[in-house]
């Protein structure tokens, strides 16, 4: 069965930064677009960003554009997020997507 295993979170300084992983099973990883969200308390769960399957294209939301980047190891099954410039309110839980499937998250906190 699918797998999105999410890992990396952890208390950060504003202005730090922080590297996520996500770990895939249970399907071809390297034939699929990935995504990362992200929940804050009290919010909804908000799209942060996007890769395509070869890793070509990304996107991002325009609150983390030129801070964030994402990527992927095809030979790992592996998505990345790197985290720089990380300010308050980009604490949450982050998430791994791939269509309908959600890990469990890893949580990020920025605090000094």
């Known amino acids: 069965q699918v797998q999105l295993v999410e890992s990396g979170g952890d208390l950060v300084q504003p202005g730090g930064s922080l590297r996520l992983s996500c770990t895939a099973s249970?399907?071809?990883?390297?034939?699929?677009?990935m995504s990362w969200y992200r929940q804050a308390p009290g919010k909804e769960r908000e799209f942060v960003a996007t890769?395509?399957?070869?890793?070509?294209?990304?996107n991002y939301a325009d609150s983390v554009k030129g801070r964030f980047t994402i990527s992927r190891d095809n030979v790992g099954n592996r998505l990345y997020l790197q985290m720089n410039s990380l300010k308050s309110e980009d604490a949450a839980v982050y998430y791994c997507?791939?269509?309908?499937?959600w890990g469990k998250g890893t949580l990020v906190t920025v605090s000094s």
């Open positions: 249970g399907f071809t990883f390297s034939r699929y677009s």
């Open positions: 890769i395509t399957s070869s890793g070509g294209t990304t």
């Open positions: 997507n791939f269509g309908v499937y």
